[in-house]
């Protein structure tokens, strides 16, 4: 039954991929296709990185409610791009090669997240509140701290640093395409591998020690593929707060199940939709000028209240 | 054979278990008794590697805890944890199928779904198969986790309060089953029990715990007495013999 | 010497200090000149009553949020109320661009209302055993209503007015221009002569009926004291985390919750707290600043995070 629902959402996906290429070329053909082909490898990859990110940030933390961004990965990148920009200063930074500087941001990430969130995650252990509240308020933090250093450094760093801090699906950097694609596949290939192990951790610490699948290990595995996939979205196209709770909700409706083999690509293609889709709407139907990301904001939030409600009553 | 070396166990500064050394052979029923915050949850814990080994050695058989593979130790201890709550959208079958886990990682052969559905008629859980958790009562759940449990097929089954949910006829009814898988199955079950009686009525052995340390280890009938209920629950509930064993007048 | 007594003596010290620190040199030996003396008349003066009452008022309406709301993890800058007033001002800004400054901190004011009651309407339904619901929907909630102004302020090309009023600054107060603060600092001290009934308010609706608090009237109270706060904070010097969040859960530490007795201590604790960061945002980049928002939003976090972590070793 799950099989055919990714079927479904498999056409879904084409549909509105094919929709997107084709509707409305005006002149030639050949380079719209190029042009567009591009944002759409863009939105896929966005999608595909915040979806499983998310969905095993939930696993691995034992809840539906929290995800990466909420809990400041993604200011977490924003931060290291700045501190990287004022390290450097912004000639010397422009002059790197970008794809480079992307490998070397995001293993900082890695690293940071690996440290950061590990340890919230181990002393955070069994109390969910605690761990929620260090990471919204981490989060902030992590904003104040950039914004500090982004009052330091002089206006034109800022304006580095400034395309990464707002989320602009409709203004990719598809200069980043090749290396953010390599590192994406890369983390959900391996996201994919562990889909077993996640179904296990998802039964919790005490459980999935039983069974002879140490937590502690599952975790710092999940959290550096989760780092890799939030500084590619977030180099993509910056920090989208809550895309991946509407998209991880939205999953868990569609594919009622446990199993991290449906849940992984299922989440991913309704991301993919709902991007892909909306953009289409945007651009070709509504021709708004909103960013996707504002709308995206605000449906996923009116969508996570009304599933807490929902969720509630019964 | 379980053996406990020397174990110490401090948790922020405060001494939880002060040097235990105890062995408890393969076969029988052991209870874990003693007051809140005695340490037997902790020691529990410990034998099972859910929290880290500070001081001290454990051992399972040839396997060292903390030290040996986790995917071995697996497949030699289960613990069933004090509180369970896992995610709702698991039915029945599923959580019990987890079980299987440490063998064929993710790849569950004939044999195994075999296992799943005996475990399942053995706990009497096939009507409720396919029933999602979140919408059973405590008493099924908590007998769907020790299912979980059973068809691990380990040696040894370490329970912590199993009884805390249920009811006297559904108490009853997981101690007879221990018993049995004692008897009849060659498993060894090490469980934590808050009601003595049960410990008296069920345990072939019984380790009494207080603040951390072991103070009485025996067979039921010589272990329990008014003195030492008194002296380690620090109340004066009579004791009396029925039918050979000691009761616990509350 | 009792904690009041030492909390006046050094926000006092705060305050004369904050006087002293600025862009334009000053020193104490020169206040005599008239030069030093319009300064400190126009620009110094007004700023740091400006920072005391935001900072106290701040912190008094959290401490109100969280009684009503019978957790300790929210406040209005981050459940909806300071959205709420910062989309009342850009709709009012928008629609009615001639309105005067009082109006439109009224209506701004009347928005935040409203979305306190809508934060409010929603949390009573969220089950009482899953505390940390709370605290997420406010954020969730705050988010939907930003996202809903930066979709405005987008289409009317107006986000630059979002950005000054999503993070809190001191810069450009000066006399005359800060003046209705002190409306939020009255509405702060009004709250103090009915602390005992949001006291009464903390222990649950059962308990206040029981007592004969007339719950619905004390809850409506206590949220036009949050909403005038927040809202005219978020008009005169932009939204400032944490202040609300913070302070009261550090004063509830030490002297517990009876708000009779802790109430004058949030305020001079928030007044001190808010003072402290801006003398720090001036002088970190001196001769220029930075919002004290984003000074307020390290240290506030600093300060929680100690707080959930440091504290919780002991207990345990």
């Known amino acids: 039954m799950y099989r055919n629902r990714l079927l479904l959402l498999t056409l879904a996906l084409l549909a509105c991929a094919l929709a997107y290429l084709f509707t409305g070329v005006k002149g030639s053909l050949e380079f719209a296709l190029m042009f567009r082909g591009k944002k759409l490898a863009a939105l896929l990859l966005i999608g595909a990185a915040q979806a499983v990110a998310a969905v095993m940030f939930q696993t691995i933390s034992g809840n539906r409610i929290l995800t990466p961004a909420i809990m400041g990965f993604d200011a977490l990148y924003v931060l290291i791009l700045t501190a990287a920009v004022v390290a450097l200063g912004a000639p010397a930074y422009q002059q790197l090669d970008p794809g480079l500087l992307m490998l070397t941001n995001a293993t900082l990430m890695c690293a940071a997240a690996v440290m950061l969130f590990g340890l919230l995650l181990r002393k955070g252990q069994g109390d969910l509140m605690r761990m929620l509240l260090t990471g919204v308020v981490l989060a902030v933090m992590l904003r104040s701290i950039t914004g500090l250093l982004q009052r330091v450094i002089d206006p034109s760093e800022y304006a580095v640093v400034q395309a990464a801090s707002f989320a602009r699906f409709s203004r990719a950097e598809t200069d980043l395409l090749g290396v953010s694609a390599l590192l994406c596949c890369g983390a959900l290939g391996l996201a994919w591998r562990m889909r077993h192990r996640l179904d296990v951790l998802a039964l919790g610490p005490v459980a999935s020690t039983s069974l002879g699948e140490p937590p502690l290990r599952g975790q710092r595995r999940a959290l550096l593929l989760i780092s890799v996939l939030v500084a590619v979205s977030t180099a993509l196209v910056g920090p989208v707060a809550f895309f991946g709770l509407l998209v991880s909700a939205l999953t868990y409706l569609v594919l009622p199940t446990y199993r991290h083999a449906i849940l992984l690509p299922g989440s991913a293609l309704i991301s993919g939709v709902i991007l892909v889709g909306g953009q289409w709407a945007l651009e070709r139907v509504f021709a708004f000028t909103t960013p996707l990301s504002v709308v995206v904001e605000f449906l996923g939030g009116v969508v996570f209240l009304l599933l807490l409600m929902k969720g509630l009553k019964r | ?250 | ?316």
């Not at chain 2, 060659?186 to 009525?201: G, M, P, Y």
């Not at chain 3, 008022?57 to 981050?78: D, H, K, Y």
């Not at chain 3, 450009?172 to 006291?199: C, H, K, N, P």
């Open chain 2, 1 to 250: 054979m379980i053996e406990v070396q020397n174990l110490s166990h401090d948790i922020h500064g405060a001494p939880i278990l002060r040097d235990i050394s105890v062995t408890v052979p393969k076969g029988g029923v052991t209870a874990l008794v003693g007051p809140n915050g005695a340490g037997k949850s902790t020691l529990l814990s410990l034998m099972a590697r859910l929290i880290p080994r500070q001081q001290g050695r454990i051992t399972v058989d040839e396997l060292v805890v903390g030290e040996s593979d986790d995917k071995d130790l697996a497949r030699r201890l289960a613990i069933l944890p004090q509180t369970v709550h896992a995610a709702s959208r698991l039915t029945v079958r599923d959580l019990v199928g987890f079980g299987r886990y440490p063998y064929h990682r993710g790849r569950p052969t004939p044999d195994d779904r075999a296992m799943v559905e005996d475990g399942m008629r053995l706990f009497d859980l096939l009507p409720l198969a396919e029933r999602s958790l979140d919408t059973l009562s405590g008493g099924q759940r908590q007998r769907a986790f020790v299912a979980m449990t059973y068809v691990q097929d380990t040696d040894y089954l370490l329970l912590d309060e199993p009884l805390n949910n249920l009811d006297l006829a559904a108490s009853r009814a997981l101690m007879a089953r221990l018993r049995d898988l004692a008897d009849n199955k060659d498993r060894t079950v090490i469980i934590v029990l808050h009601d003595i009686n049960f410990a008296t009525a069920y345990a072939d052995r019984v380790l009494v715990m207080k603040e951390g340390r072991l103070c009485a280890d025996g067979a039921p009938q010589d272990v329990i007495t008014e003195t030492l209920i008194q002296s380690v629950f620090e109340t004066d509930a009579p004791l009396r013999t029925v039918e050979g064993r000691p009761v616990v007048m509350v």
């Open chain 3, 1 to 316: 010497m009792s904690r009041t007594a030492l909390g006046v003596l050094a926000l006092s010290l705060l305050f004369v200090g904050s006087l002293f620190v600025g862009a334009t040199p000053l020193s104490p030996m020169d206040v005599t000149t008239p030069e030093a003396r319009a300064l400190i008349w126009d620009s110094r003066l007004p700023r740091a009553f400006a920072v005391v009452l935001t900072g106290a008022s701040l912190a008094i309406a959290g401490q109100i949020m969280q009684l009503i709301a019978r957790n300790r993890f929210v406040e209005p800058m981050t459940a909806g109320t300071g959205q709420s007033a910062m989309l009342g001002l850009l709709v009012v800004s928008v629609c009615l661009p001639a309105a005067s400054v009082g109006l439109k901190m009224a209506l701004s004011a009347f928005a935040a209302l409203i979305g306190s009651i809508g934060f409010f309407a929603i949390t009573r339904r969220l089950p009482p055993e899953e505390p940390l619901l709370v605290p997420l929907v406010g954020i969730v909630y705050g988010g939907v209503i930003g996202s809903a102004a930066v979709y405005i302020g987008f289409q009317l090309d107006m986000l630059q007015y979002i950005d000054i009023w999503l993070t809190g600054e001191f810069s450009g107060t000066m006399r005359g221009r800060y003046e209705l603060l002190w409306i939020a600092g009255l509405a702060a001290v009004l709250s103090y002569l009915v602390a005992d009934q949001f006291s009464i308010l903390g222990l649950g609706e059962t308990v206040s009926l029981n007592l004969g608090l007339n719950y619905r009237q004390v809850v409506l109270s206590g949220l036009v004291v949050i909403s005038v706060v927040t809202g005219l904070t978020v008009v005169t010097v932009g939204a400032i985390p944490f202040i609300g969040l913070v302070v009261p859960n550090l004063v509830s530490r030490l002297v517990g919750d009876n708000l009779r007795r802790s109430l004058p201590l949030t305020a001079m604790a928030g007044a001190g707290l808010v003072l402290a960061s801006d003398i720090f945002a001036r002088l970190v980049v001196h001769p220029f600043e930075v919002p004290v928002a984003t000074v307020i939003g390290i240290i506030g976090a600093a300060v929680f995070l100690w707080m959930l972590y440091g504290r919780a070793q002991h207990v345990s």
